[in-house]
């Protein structure tokens, strides 16, 4: 590791204000081959969703990097992860997803059971004076593969901390939400021509939606806060520093609306048509009851309570259930997490939008971007969703306005920053903390300390 080493730009270390992020960190090939040697390898990924695998021997495949994973269902409740290669040449075993009652090579016919141990090897007996073709030397490598909330994580550290001591504690303040209930609206996989970490930033700060996201500053205020939880972090808006949603923007200069109704009605309208997230479609169309249930003039906190009330009964009537949050509850979760190193979420009492940022193999200039807008449904009332992947994200014509908005930006900022009158980010000290902590963390990471 020397030459990789001596290779990292001094700029890239910990001793310069943490607040100005050089942009070899996003450019530079060394670094992207030390985040693959020293930070995929140790931390925990989302994999994917427990209803993926529906049955025993059900399994999907996850690759990062070189590494490539399988996670099978193994029993109702259990599974387990392997390194997804032969143990003969290599070869890849599985791809995608799929169901299957053994697991078998396509190369020279070697066969494992489910719990990785293995089955058969054809003609076993040639390696009869060889040493090195015990069973244990030919099982399938283990990877650890552990729940959360209805998401799959996998580590190929097998001596990583536990995945619940790992999400202290996002996954405490996020209980009440009941994430293990959504089930996907859509699934759309795309590329983006953009480091993984430009990626994760768009979505790591509210700062940008003032100018980015514009269109949204007549429904809500836009001063945001940053909170950081060891490597992990959370975003939100502050009610002492905003007006109540549905209130525009404070900077704007445009008044509380009159009838606060109609201001409701159009935020929740505006999301759903621009992003069909975070929000049900059950809660959009209950949203609609304030315009005949409630006169013109009711105030602002009481339309806001009345609509989550619309909410709760219209979810209830259905069957789908209803997680009830307190106002407490609901400060401590905030509106936007950051899951170490790339999972992301925002969520509502009833939906959420979930995304996940991987490099794209060996190319540090492009990522793969994976979105789930998932909502809370009558248990097996859930809709078949297919999963949609694009090579580009400008050929998905569904994204709405809101993530071609960010994915526009995502791609400017990967170009721009190679500019030579660019060399480093000045980073807001108030609403980019979690960003800051996230290039942290993975400094920590890359240091040789921690690659032990």
Known sequence: MATLEA????????????????????????????EKERLWPKVWQMAGRVEQ????????TYDIGDDAVIVIRVSEHGYKAFHNACQHRGRRILDAEGQIQEIACRFHGWRWHLNGTIKSVTERGD???????????????????????????????????????????VAERCAPYEFEKLRARWFKTVTVKCNWKVAVEAFNEF??????????????DDVSRCYTFGDHGMMSYPP????LWGSPAARTGMPIPADYREAIVAGVDEFERTLKAIWSPRAVAATHRLMSELPADTAPEVALGKMVEFWREAAIAEGAGWPDITPQQAADAGYDWHVFPNFIFL????????YRIRPNGDDHQSCIFDIWSMVRYVPGGEPHVE????????????????????FTNMEHVQHGMKSRGFSVARTNPLQ?????????????????????
């Open 7 to 34: 290779s990292i730009p001094a700029s890239a270390g910990a001793q310069r204000d943490d607040f100005l992020l050089p942009k070899d960190i996003y450019l530079s090939p060394q670094i992207a081959q030390l």
């Open 53 to 60: 695998l529906r049955g025993v021997g059900s399994y999907l």
């Open 127 to 169: 390696w009869a004076n060889c040493s090195h073709m015990t069973d244990a030397d030919i099982a399938l490598k283990p990877v650890l593969v552990d729940t959360w909330g209805g998401w799959i994580f996998i580590n190929l550290d097998e001596k990583a901390e536990s995945l619940a001591k790992f999400l202290e504690p």
């Open 207 to 220: 700062y940008h939606v003032t100018a980015t996201h514009a269109q949204l500053q007549r429904y809500q």
């Open 240 to 243: 002492e520093l905003n007006r």
């Open 347 to 354: 969520m509502g009492p009833d939906a959420a939008i979930f």
């Open 387 to 406: 999963h949609e992947v694009y090579e580009r994200w400008q050929d998905c014509d569904s994204l709405g306005l809101i993530l071609t908005q960010d």
């Open 432 to 452: 980019e903390t979690v960003l800051v902590n996230f290039h942290r963390a993975i400094r920590d990471y890359l240091a040789v300390r921690k690659s032990a």
